[in-house]
């Protein structure tokens, strides 16, 4: 009786090179193919580079993980009504041109922020909005971001970034000034703007600028 190993049986050294295989094959499809077909891509004309503070921004908003709840890709018409719901058209790979790590994003607890600058410009709706959500959006399950303010009685200081809350939300005597590190990621949202076409302006779904969020 033989115990060697039989044509279809496996033995270590077939399992190391199926292996092999398997994982050269999904490397080729899942890295090298899309780097050779994004590599030569330019940015367009109406997408700049981050600032400084843009920067330091988008780290903040890495680190208090707005990643998980909001998504940065608008999809086609074809796959979500985004278009409709005024988050603009579908994003194209030049739109990422300047971001490392790409923010792409998986879960939509909240809505798609690629555009955000453009829907809503202002940065005193977006402090008032961090410091306390449900008061500019009756129902949002958003948490507060209470440590990138701080909370006093009296006057603010030459030079300080007060947040202007709705009349129901701010108490007398009190005032609430927002820390670099607020004025830093709201500097990141406020840049989150691709309205420019990606190929030809008459083919871009508008955004809808009115929209609170």
Request: a neutral charge; glycine letters at 8%; aromatic letters at 8%.
């Amino acid at each position: 009786m033989s115990f060697g190993v039989g044509k279809f049986e496996m033995d270590e050294m077939r399992l190391v090179i199926g292996s092999m295989v398997i994982l050269s094959g999904a490397t080729a499809l899942l890295v090298v193919l899309p780097y050779l077909l994004l590599k030569d891509i330019q940015p367009p004309e109406g997408l700049k580079p981050y600032t400084e503070v843009q920067l330091q921004g988008r780290q903040s908003y890495i680190a208090n993980g707005c990643i998980y709840c909001h998504s940065q890709q608008p999809r086609d018409i074809s796959q979500a009504p985004d278009a409709l719901r005024g988050w603009g058209r579908a994003s194209i790979a030049a739109d990422y041109a300047y971001d490392t790590p790409h923010l792409l994003g998986t879960m939509r607890t909240g809505p798609d922020l690629l555009n955000i600058g453009a829907r809503q410009p202002s940065r005193d709706w977006h402090l008032g909005h961090l410091y306390a959500p449900r008061a500019y959006t009756p129902g949002s399950t958003m948490p507060a971001y209470p440590y990138m303010f701080e909370v006093r009685q009296g006057a603010a200081k030459p030079g300080e970034v007060v947040v202007n809350l709705p009349p129901a939300y701010a108490k007398p005597g009190q005032v609430v000034v927002a820390k670099p590190e607020a004025l830093a990621l709201v500097e990141y949202l406020l840049s989150l703007d691709r309205t420019y076409p990606a190929l030809k302006a008459e083919e871009d779904p508008p955004v809808n600028r009115r929209a609170p969020r």
